[in-house]
């Protein structure tokens, strides 16, 4: 069984910073491919960022140069470091990852995170 546990949400202004994580645990083999995605009521997911082992890293264009992914590998773990924040980045923020277990290939997401910011 594989849990995802997300933190790092909250209320920030604009031109502040926050930094999710996201941690899995459980019966892990391999994560072969990492990131996160965004939600407001009534739109669909956005892609924010995302790291695979055989693509480079990805980034929405609205958050390049200002959100970075990060992962630690020890952890089974993906962070989204996210500076200069603008009241459009308001959104439930969810993690994925792409993880083999003894039951094959799969993705996992967290429970999402809200992430608020204030003009």
């Known amino acids: 069984q594989v849990q995802l546990v997300e933190s790092g949400g909250g209320l920030v202004q604009a031109g502040g910073s926050l930094r999710l994580s996201c941690e899995a645990s459980g019966d892990i083999f391999r994560v072969t491919h990492m990131g996160w995605y965004r939600q407001t009521p009534g739109e669909q997911r956005e892609l924010v960022a995302r790291?695979?082992?055989?693509?480079?890293?990805k980034y929405a264009d609205s958050v390049k140069g200002r959100f970075t992914i990060s992962r630690d590998n020890v952890k089974n773990a993906v962070d989204l470091q996210m500076n200069n924040l603008k009241p459009d980045d308001t959104a439930v923020y969810y993690c994925?990852?792409?993880?083999?277990?003894?039951?094959?290939?799969?993705?996992?997401w967290g429970q999402g995170t809200q992430v608020t910011v204030s003009s």
């Open positions: 790291w695979s082992s055989d693509i480079a890293t």
């Open positions: 994925y990852l792409g993880i083999g277990t003894y039951s094959g290939m799969r993705d996992y």
